[in-house]
Antibody
Framework: EMQLVESGGGLVQPGGSLRLSCAAS????????MSWVRQPPGKGLEWVAL????????SYVDSVKGRFTISRDNANKSLYLQMNSLRAEDTAVYYC?????????????WGQGTTVTVSS | EIVLTQSPGTLSLSPGERATLSCRAS???????LAWYQQKPGQAPRLLIY???SRATGIPDRFSGSGSGTDFTLTISRLEPEDFAVYYC??????????FGQGTKLEIK
């Protein structure tokens, strides 16, 4: 069974840092683009970051550029999101998701999400 | 940056009826890089449609996608009780980058 399991969420003060992890199983992790998507409480989905299979290409939504870093470890089938200089507006459930083949094919495997709360 | 606008914001229908959800892009979506997702409360999104019109694995054939350029539609031919949820469209643009629409809530009338 294909599975993604996120961890690392929690309560952090504004200006603080947090590192999210996503453990993959049941598929060839190194063959897929991977993504982070977030959802603020009661709101819609927002794409956060993408990373290519070998980590050579990364992209981010403008609101997190320079603060968040996406990375991956193919040997350990893991995806990461390093979040620095956190703001209240970063409060959300963070999902990791697998890109189905080409970037055109959407995200077909999702984790259950991990909650990040930025508050003093 | 391409902006996706979904309409209506809320759609109230009864089981057995046909649902038509719209997603309009501010610029043409290249090569039909348009996907649709379903999300139920407390759950992660689920991929329904990719490439504007191809059903993802395991998706019932009552779900169909159509459209090209800037106008896309998700149609649910006969609503089942489990179809009442929030639906999002999503496109892949240059850089690369993804964009989601704001969502359409499909509720029971």
């Amino acid at each position: 069974e294909m599975q993604l399991v996120e961890s690392g969420g929690g309560l952090v003060q504004p200006g603080g840092s947090l590192r999210l992890s996503c453990a993959a199983s049941g598929f060839t992790f190194s063959s897929h683009w991977m993504s982070w998507v977030r959802q603020p409480p009661g709101k819609g989905l927002e794409w956060v970051a993408l990373i290519k299979q070998d980590g050579s290409e990364k992209s981010y939504v403008d609101s997190v550029k320079g603060r968040f870093t996406i990375s991956r470890d193919n040997a350990n089938k893991s995806l990461y999101l390093q979040m620095n200089s956190l703001r209240a507006e970063d409060t959300a459930v963070y999902y990791c998701a697998r890109v189905r083949g080409s970037l055109a094919y959407g995200m077909d495997v999702w984790g259950q999400g991990t909650t990040v709360t930025v508050s003093s | 940056e391409i902006v996706l606008t979904q309409s209506p914001g809320t759609l109230s229908l009864s089981p057995g009826e046909r649902a038509t959800l719209s997603c309009r892009a501010s610029q043409s979506v290249s090569s039909n890089y348009l996907a649709w997702y379903q999300q139920k409360p407390g759950q992660a999104p689920r991929l329904l449609i990719y490439g504007a019109s191809s059903r993802a694995t395991g998706i019932p054939d009552r779900f169909s996608g159509s459209g090209s350029g800037t106008d896309f539609t998700l149609t649910i031919s006969r609503l089942e009780p489990e179809d009442f949820a929030v639906y999002y469209c999503q496109q892949c643009g240059g850089s690369p980058r993804y964009t989601f629409g704001q969502g359409t809530k499909l509720e029971i009338k």
